[in-house]
Structure formats: structure tokens, C-alpha cells
């Protein structure tokens, strides 16, 4: 019976380290080949210091260790967008914090006003700090609204998780309603979201209401875990058997309901990234969550960033995180890479202009947008909508006089921003703008 | 001697630019509050007694509205354009057409020495240098250092680039940066695409 159990758990660690790292590999495969086949990507590291609080301990990383690498790829079309990304610190000794995304954002149908998708997407999140190593993902149908400045969302799917130190593996049904509205270049979103109960007796370790103490063979089964998933030699906060927790009591109660309010994008030349949520979970326990993360752009890819962030426990997680980072992050434009995809509605992909007599034709293409607008010189800087032409293309015809010509552009409502392809420029407000030479 | 149909050609020329020069002024006078618009069109005033260009500090305004920056901070911006466009006279001399000197401007403000500037002005004196100036600004927005870019540009100035080398030199520097490598680098190694000669140093 024993060795039959060891046996079971031995085939459950291996399952679970393929399915730890298989966003990991799918995000590292999606973004050599959206690489090489050209789409956008992005570098964005991070220097700086920053701490990391869980389960009662606390780690202070600096210099070398906190700087981070965040690669990514975004793959854009008129049917949706597909994101990898991960972020990990460029270090030989410890690996505190790798994460790794896939996600993908497929239109189905869509009208005038209303729009149908499927949303998919795959985090792997790996702390050594925290003997946490937990994979999460979901799958959406979702149904919205194609307003340019604000609308809704609809969405009704599931949820998965495993995780390292329980080695529970858990599939829920979960649903949410989100409205959101963009009002001085920032993106206000309030969303309600409910999953349902897993089933306590079809997962193992898995108890509602109340925790359970980990033995030394799982602190083992933990360690090894660690070892085998740990990309650069890591430097374990424990040996196995160890009973660093053998008195602790793990928590692992699942939200079922979770309010949350963000904000998001640029003000001037400050990027505000920002939330502030409740769950309520199992036992009637109501968490607060919150996080602000403030940039504040010197030049173009240059920026001094830092913020504090409250995470609740991940499902199947020792405890909640709390952290702090201070630095800054170089970056190719002044804005970041976009880490969601999950939005009906996304940047321009690229800007061409055709020269006429006295004027020009400038076509913005610009994947999935339902409304995009300019604001230049040639417009006394008061937003003039692109008209839209075939499939993802936008085009406005104006005159333009000999000269030096600066304009943004705006996808929906979102940040004003410059376009891909045409060259850029500093504006007197710490932003960038496009330029056109008409000669 | 003039003819009629020439003198009520020309009074028409003159009502219509009036007329957007005005609609100009009242566009800028209600997107700024009453102090900050005193401020701005003094400015605008002393530009226009120097004949330097006037839109591009009115667009400097409007686009601080636009971005609902403080009164302070728009007419600080266009103080420093205004400088800006004064010393990009000085440095590319008094016969710079108002497109050269509104893309030195954009240099100047980009971080670039005035000196810098000249230098580029000596170099190239046979063609307009509105879009090499424009390419400067680009690499350096897109990460070149400033140095590197303006002796990228003087080397392609004093090669006798055309206005389709400069931008054939940003489309390859954006692709290469994009391919991963430094802006620095990149630069330096396309810049010999148009000179013929070693990368700079």
C-alpha cells in the first residue's frame, strides 16, 4: 500500500513538473518563432531593488539579482492577438521569481457593436523564495461590447491549477462581468468574478475548510520538485526532509468571488498601473489584494519605476506575497509592453503615408480596432477620426504644407501614442511623437 | 506694374492667411487659460519679430493642452522651443529654411550640442538638411547615444547623402534594434553603408 502511494506520488511529481513547465516552453517556442517570423517584441529590463515578504520572511534583493529580463512577443491580426512573455532575473545563484505567460485572444463573431471571442492563457510562476512553484490557466468564451470609450465583458469558462507544495491539481468553472472606461488616457475597469467549488474528494490533499500539515515526505517531494525546475542551479531555503514546515499550516482555500478595480495607462508621462481587489473565499475569509506600480518616463527608454504589490495566496500556495520594487527600466519606447491581451481592442500595428499633391494619405493598420484617431500639427492637435478602409487598415487624406510634420495616434480610446514605421521624435512632454517631411 | 487680376489675387492670399492665423490664435486662446495664454502669445510675438517660424510653437501649446499639462508646463515647453529654435538658427545660419530649423530644433531639444549641429551644417552645404536632421532625432529617440548619432549623421553629411541614404539608414538602425542589436552598434555599422568607409570609432 505504501509503495503503491509512493509510486502514485512519484507519477503525480512527474506530471506536475511537465505541466509546470510546459507554459514555460510553449511561451519560449511562441516567441522564437514569433521572433523570426518578425512580429513585435520587446525588451524591457529592469534594474533595481526590490523585497519580497511571504509566510513570515522577508528578502531583500539588490543590484545584480534584481536585474530582471522581461522578453516578449506579440503576434497581432485581424483575428486576434497571441502574447508570450516571461520575466526572469539574470542571476547564477538563486531564482527568486520566474514567471512565465502564454495568451492568445481569438474573434469569433462579431457586428457593429458586439463582439464574441475566445480567451486562453497559461501562467507558470516559480518562487524558490517560497517553495512555490504554481501553473494556472483558463479558457474564456466572452461576449462584449465594441464601444470605443467604454463597454463590457462578459465571460464564462474555466479555471485550472496545480501546485507544487500541495500537488493539487484542480479544474472549477468560473464566470466574470467586467465594464471598463477610458477617460485622460487611462483604462478604468471593474470586474466581478466568481468561480465555483472544486470537489474535495477527487483532489488529493485537497480539503475545504480547514489546512493540513505537511509531512517530511512531502518536503521532499517539494525539494526535488525544486531541483528539477529551477533553471540556474538554485539555492534551496531548505535540504529535503527538513521540517522547516513541519509545524506550519497550509492554507489553501479557493476565492470564489473576487472584486476588483484597475487602472491603468498614461498620464502625461507617467504610467499608472494599479488595483485594488476583496475575494471572499471558503470559510468565509475575505482577502484585500491591492498593488500600485508608478513609471515615471525620463527620456524614451529610460524610466524610473517603483511600487508596492499585495498578492493574495495563489490557490495551493504556502501564503500570500508582499513586495516592493524600486528601480529603473529601459525600454525601447515610453510605454511598456502590454502584459494582457484579454482587452477587444489593441494598438497600432503599423503607418504608412502616400504622398500627393499638397497632401498625403496616411494609413494607420491597425489589427481588431474599432476606432482610431490622430492628433497632429496638421490638426491644431485636436483629434481628427481615420477612416476605416479594408480589413485592418485606417486611412485620413490632408493637406499637409512643406515642413516638419508631429503627430500620435490613439486606438480606441487608449494612450495617444506614435506609430510603428514612421520616424519619431521627443515632444516637449517628455512623450514621443511621429514625424513626416513633406518636402 | 501689376495687374488687377494679380493686386486682388494677392488681397486674397493675404485675407485667407489672416483668417488662419486667426482662427489660430482663437483656437489657442480657448484651449489655455488667460495667463498662460499672455504668456504664449508673447512668445509667439517675439517669433514672429524674429521671423522665426510661429506654428510650431503654437502646435507646441496646443499639444500641452491636448495632454492637459499645467499652464506652467505649456508655457514652459514652448519657452524652451522657442530657444531652441533661436539656437538652431544660430547653428545652421541665418539662410536655414524654417523646415531646417524646426527639425534642428527637434535636435536640440532631443539633448544635441549646438556645436554638434554646426558641425553638420559645415558638412553638408550642398543639400537641405531638414530630413537628416529629422533621422537625427529619430536615432537618438530610438536609443543611439547622442554623440554616436550626430558624428553618424555628419560622416553621411559630408559623404554627400541623399534624403533617401538618411532614410534608408533609420529603416535598417529600427531593424536592427529590433533583431536585438545595440542602437549604438547598429548605427555605427549602417552609417557605412552610405560613407563606404570603417564603422566610427
Same mark, same amino acid.
Given at each position: 500500500?505504501?509503495?503503491?502511494?509512493?509510486?502514485?506520488?512519484?507519477?503525480?511529481?512527474?506530471?506536475?513538473?511537465?505541466?509546470?513547465?510546459?507554459?514555460?516552453?510553449?511561451?519560449?517556442?511562441?516567441?522564437?518563432?514569433?521572433?523570426?517570423?518578425?512580429?513585435?517584441?520587446?525588451?524591457?529590463?529592469?534594474?533595481?531593488?526590490?523585497?519580497?515578504?511571504?509566510?513570515?520572511?522577508?528578502?531583500?534583493?539588490?543590484?545584480?539579482?534584481?536585474?530582471?529580463?522581461?522578453?516578449?512577443?506579440?503576434?497581432?491580426?485581424?483575428?486576434?492577438?497571441?502574447?508570450?512573455?516571461?520575466?526572469?532575473?539574470?542571476?547564477?545563484?538563486?531564482?527568486?521569481?520566474?514567471?512565465?505567460?502564454?495568451?492568445?485572444?481569438?474573434?469569433?463573431?462579431?457586428?457593429?457593436?458586439?463582439?464574441?471571442?475566445?480567451?486562453?492563457?497559461?501562467?507558470?510562476?516559480?518562487?524558490?523564495?517560497?517553495?512555490?512553484?504554481?501553473?494556472?490557466?483558463?479558457?474564456?468564451?466572452?461576449?462584449?461590447?465594441?464601444?470605443?470609450?467604454?463597454?463590457?465583458?462578459?465571460?464564462?469558462?474555466?479555471?485550472?491549477?496545480?501546485?507544487?507544495?500541495?500537488?493539487?491539481?484542480?479544474?472549477?468553472?468560473?464566470?466574470?462581468?467586467?465594464?471598463?472606461?477610458?477617460?485622460?488616457?487611462?483604462?478604468?475597469?471593474?470586474?466581478?468574478?466568481?468561480?465555483?467549488?472544486?470537489?474535495?474528494?477527487?483532489?488529493?490533499?485537497?480539503?475545504?475548510?480547514?489546512?493540513?500539515?505537511?509531512?517530511?515526505?512531502?518536503?521532499?517531494?517539494?525539494?526535488?520538485?525544486?531541483?528539477?525546475?529551477?533553471?540556474?542551479?538554485?539555492?534551496?531555503?531548505?535540504?529535503?526532509?527538513?521540517?522547516?514546515?513541519?509545524?506550519?499550516?497550509?492554507?489553501?482555500?479557493?476565492?470564489?468571488?473576487?472584486?476588483?478595480?484597475?487602472?491603468?495607462?498614461?498620464?502625461?508621462?507617467?504610467?499608472?498601473?494599479?488595483?485594488?481587489?476583496?475575494?471572499?473565499?471558503?470559510?468565509?475569509?475575505?482577502?484585500?489584494?491591492?498593488?500600485?506600480?508608478?513609471?515615471?518616463?525620463?527620456?524614451?527608454?529610460?524610466?524610473?519605476?517603483?511600487?508596492?504589490?499585495?498578492?493574495?495566496?495563489?490557490?495551493?500556495?504556502?501564503?500570500?506575497?508582499?513586495?516592493?520594487?524600486?528601480?529603473?527600466?529601459?525600454?525601447?519606447?515610453?510605454?511598456?509592453?502590454?502584459?494582457?491581451?484579454?482587452?477587444?481592442?489593441?494598438?497600432?500595428?503599423?503607418?504608412?503615408?502616400?504622398?500627393?499633391?499638397?497632401?498625403?494619405?496616411?494609413?494607420?493598420?491597425?489589427?481588431?480596432?474599432?476606432?482610431?484617431?490622430?492628433?497632429?500639427?496638421?490638426?491644431?492637435?485636436?483629434?481628427?477620426?481615420?477612416?476605416?478602409?479594408?480589413?485592418?487598415?485606417?486611412?485620413?487624406?490632408?493637406?499637409?504644407?512643406?515642413?516638419?510634420?508631429?503627430?500620435?495616434?490613439?486606438?480606441?480610446?487608449?494612450?495617444?501614442?506614435?506609430?510603428?514605421?514612421?520616424?519619431?521624435?521627443?515632444?516637449?512632454?517628455?512623450?514621443?511623437?511621429?514625424?513626416?517631411?513633406?518636402? | 506694374?501689376?495687374?488687377?487680376?494679380?493686386?486682388?489675387?494677392?488681397?486674397? %492670399?493675404?485675407?485667407?492667411?489672416?483668417?488662419?492665423?486667426?482662427?489660430?490664435?482663437?483656437?489657442?486662446?480657448?484651449?489655455?487659460?488667460?495667463?498662460?495664454?499672455?504668456?504664449?502669445?508673447?512668445?509667439?510675438?517675439?517669433?514672429?519679430?524674429?521671423?522665426?517660424?510661429?506654428?510650431?510653437?503654437?502646435?507646441?501649446?496646443?499639444?500641452?493642452?491636448?495632454?492637459?499639462?499645467?499652464?506652467?508646463?505649456?508655457?514652459?515647453?514652448?519657452?524652451?522651443?522657442?530657444?531652441?529654435?533661436?539656437?538652431?538658427?544660430?547653428?545652421?545660419?541665418?539662410?536655414?529654411?524654417?523646415?531646417?530649423?524646426?527639425?534642428?530644433?527637434?535636435?536640440?531639444?532631443?539633448?544635441?550640442?549646438?556645436?554638434?549641429?554646426?558641425?553638420?551644417?559645415?558638412?553638408?552645404?550642398?543639400?537641405?538638411?531638414?530630413?537628416?536632421?529629422?533621422?537625427?532625432?529619430?536615432?537618438?529617440?530610438?536609443?543611439?547615444?547622442?554623440?554616436?548619432?550626430?558624428?553618424?549623421?555628419?560622416?553621411?553629411?559630408?559623404?554627400?547623402?541623399?534624403?533617401?541614404?538618411?532614410?534608408?539608414?533609420?529603416?535598417?538602425?529600427?531593424?536592427?534594434?529590433?533583431?536585438?542589436?545595440?542602437?549604438?552598434?547598429?548605427?555605427?555599422?549602417?552609417?557605412?553603408? %552610405?560613407?563606404?568607409?570603417?564603422?566610427?570609432?
Amino acid at each position: 500500500m505504501m509503495d503503491s502511494d509512493r509510486d502514485s506520488s512519484l507519477r503525480s511529481d512527474d506530471s506536475m513538473s511537465i505541466y509546470s513547465s510546459i507554459t514555460f516552453r510553449l511561451a519560449a517556442v511562441t516567441l522564437t518563432l514569433a521572433t523570426s517570423l518578425g512580429a513585435q517584441q520587446s525588451w524591457s529590463p529592469f534594474i533595481g531593488v526590490g523585497s519580497i515578504s511571504s509566510a513570515g520572511r522577508t528578502n531583500v534583493a539588490a543590484g545584480a539579482s534584481a536585474f530582471v529580463v522581461e522578453p516578449g512577443a506579440l503576434v497581432e491580426s485581424s483575428r486576434g492577438s497571441v502574447l508570450a512573455r516571461w520575466s526572469s532575473p539574470v542571476t547564477a545563484t538563486t531564482v527568486d521569481l520566474t514567471d512565465a505567460d502564454l495568451a492568445g485572444r481569438l474573434r469569433l463573431l462579431s457586428s457593429r457593436r458586439l463582439e464574441t471571442s475566445f480567451f486562453a492563457s497559461a501562467t507558470y510562476d516559480h518562487s524558490a523564495f517560497n517553495t512555490m512553484a504554481t501553473a494556472s490557466s483558463s479558457a474564456r468564451l466572452q461576449i462584449g461590447t465594441l464601444s470605443p470609450a467604454r463597454g463590457f465583458q462578459w465571460a464564462a469558462g474555466v479555471d485550472g491549477w496545480r501546485s507544487n507544495v500541495t500537488g493539487n491539481g484542480v479544474v472549477v468553472p468560473a464566470t466574470s462581468i467586467s465594464g471598463w472606461i477610458r477617460r485622460f488616457g487611462l483604462s478604468f475597469t471593474a470586474e466581478l468574478s466568481a468561480r465555483g467549488l472544486p470537489g474535495s474528494t477527487s483532489v488529493k490533499g485537497d480539503t475545504i475548510g480547514h489546512g493540513w500539515i505537511l509531512d517530511s515526505a512531502s518536503l521532499a517531494r517539494t525539494a526535488d520538485q525544486l531541483r528539477r525546475d529551477t533553471l540556474h542551479g538554485p539555492v534551496f531555503p531548505f535540504e529535503p526532509g527538513d521540517p522547516i514546515y513541519g509545524t506550519k499550516r497550509v492554507h489553501d482555500d479557493h476565492t470564489f468571488g473576487d472584486a476588483v478595480l484597475r487602472v491603468s495607462g498614461m498620464l502625461m508621462s507617467l504610467g499608472i498601473d494599479g488595483q485594488a481587489g476583496t475575494g471572499v473565499a471558503t470559510g468565509g475569509r475575505v482577502r484585500s489584494y491591492g498593488s500600485v506600480i508608478l513609471t515615471r518616463w525620463i527620456s524614451p527608454g529610460f524610466a524610473l519605476t517603483g511600487g508596492v504589490v499585495v498578492q493574495p495566496p495563489q490557490p495551493g500556495a504556502v501564503g500570500g506575497r508582499t513586495g516592493a520594487l524600486l528601480g529603473i527600466r529601459l525600454a525601447p519606447g515610453p510605454h511598456l509592453f502590454p502584459h494582457f491581451v484579454n482587452a477587444p481592442k489593441v494598438g497600432a500595428a503599423s503607418c504608412s503615408v502616400l504622398m500627393s499633391e499638397g497632401g498625403a494619405t496616411i494609413e494607420v493598420r491597425a489589427p481588431a480596432a474599432s476606432h482610431v484617431e490622430l492628433s497632429g500639427d496638421f490638426t491644431r492637435w485636436t483629434p481628427a477620426s481615420l477612416e476605416r478602409g479594408k480589413g485592418d487598415r485606417w486611412t485620413l487624406t490632408t493637406r499637409l504644407s512643406p515642413g516638419v510634420h508631429r503627430f500620435v495616434v490613439r486606438v480606441d480610446g487608449g494612450s495617444w501614442l506614435p506609430v510603428p514605421g514612421l520616424p519619431q521624435s521627443v515632444d516637449a512632454y517628455e512623450g514621443t511623437v511621429s514625424v513626416i517631411v513633406v518636402p | 506694374m501689376r495687374t488687377p487680376r494679380a493686386i486682388v489675387t494677392s488681397f486674397l %492670399i493675404l485675407m485667407f492667411a489672416s483668417l488662419a492665423g486667426s482662427a489660430q490664435e482663437a483656437r489657442l486662446k480657448s484651449a489655455l487659460d488667460a495667463e498662460t495664454y499672455a504668456k504664449v502669445s508673447k512668445m509667439t510675438d517675439s517669433a514672429r519679430a524674429e521671423s522665426l517660424p510661429v506654428d510650431p510653437l503654437i502646435g507646441v501649446a496646443l499639444e500641452g493642452a491636448q495632454r492637459r499639462a499645467p499652464g506652467s508646463r505649456i508655457a514652459g515647453a514652448v519657452r524652451d522651443y522657442l530657444a531652441a529654435l533661436r539656437g538652431a538658427r544660430a547653428a545652421l545660419g541665418s539662410d536655414a529654411a524654417p523646415a531646417e530649423i524646426v527639425s534642428g530644433a527637434g535636435v536640440l531639444l532631443s539633448g544635441v550640442s549646438s556645436d554638434a549641429l554646426h558641425r553638420i551644417r559645415l558638412a553638408g552645404t550642398r543639400r537641405p538638411l531638414t530630413v537628416p536632421l529629422v533621422v537625427l532625432a529619430d536615432l537618438i529617440a530610438r536609443g543611439v547615444p547622442k554623440d554616436t548619432a550626430a558624428r553618424a549623421i555628419e560622416a553621411a553629411a559630408r559623404a554627400n547623402a541623399r534624403d533617401d541614404d538618411y532614410s534608408a539608414l533609420r529603416r535598417y538602425v529600427e531593424q536592427d534594434i529590433l533583431a536585438g542589436a545595440s542602437p549604438a552598434a547598429a548605427a555605427m555599422l549602417r552609417v557605412r553603408g %552610405i560613407t563606404g568607409g570603417p564603422p566610427l570609432e
